[in-house]
């Protein structure tokens, strides 16, 4: 795979891993509800400006499981502390 350059500011892109908010993807799409936050999904970050860029492969998963997912009946709120982060 060829290097990509970031077409906003010319910086690197470095693979990294990145929480994706599934409700900001599919807003207005689908009902959506607290929580729906998927971590460590893996992404191409620019270094200088923070640019994400997802595989085709990744972005389909992404949008597959916002539509799957079912409404809960109910949520719960769970501390995380990620030392990966
Ligand atoms: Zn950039």
Same mark, same amino acid.
Do not use: W
């Given at each position: 795979?060829?290097?990509?350059?970031? &077409?906003?500011?010319?910086?690197?892109?470095?693979?990294?891993?990145?929480?994706?908010?599934?409700?900001?993807?599919?807003?207005?799409?689908? &009902?959506?509800?607290?929580?729906l936050?998927?971590?460590?999904?893996?992404?191409?970050?620019?270094?200088?400006?923070?640019?994400?860029?997802?595989?085709? &492969?990744?972005?389909?998963?992404?949008?597959?499981?916002?539509?799957?997912?079912? &409404?809960?009946?109910?949520?719960?709120?769970?501390?995380?502390?990620?030392?990966a982060?």
């Amino acid at each position: 795979m060829p290097e990509n350059r970031c &077409a906003l500011c010319g910086g690197r892109y470095d693979k990294r891993r990145v929480s994706v908010d599934l409700r900001n993807q599919r807003e207005g799409l689908i &009902a959506f509800q607290h929580g729906l936050v998927s971590p460590h999904v893996p992404a191409e970050v620019c270094n200088q400006c923070g640019d994400t860029l997802f595989a085709p &492969a990744t972005t389909h998963r992404l949008l597959q499981i916002a539509q799957e997912m079912p &409404a809960p009946d109910t949520t719960i709120q769970v501390p995380v502390y990620d030392l990966a982060a």
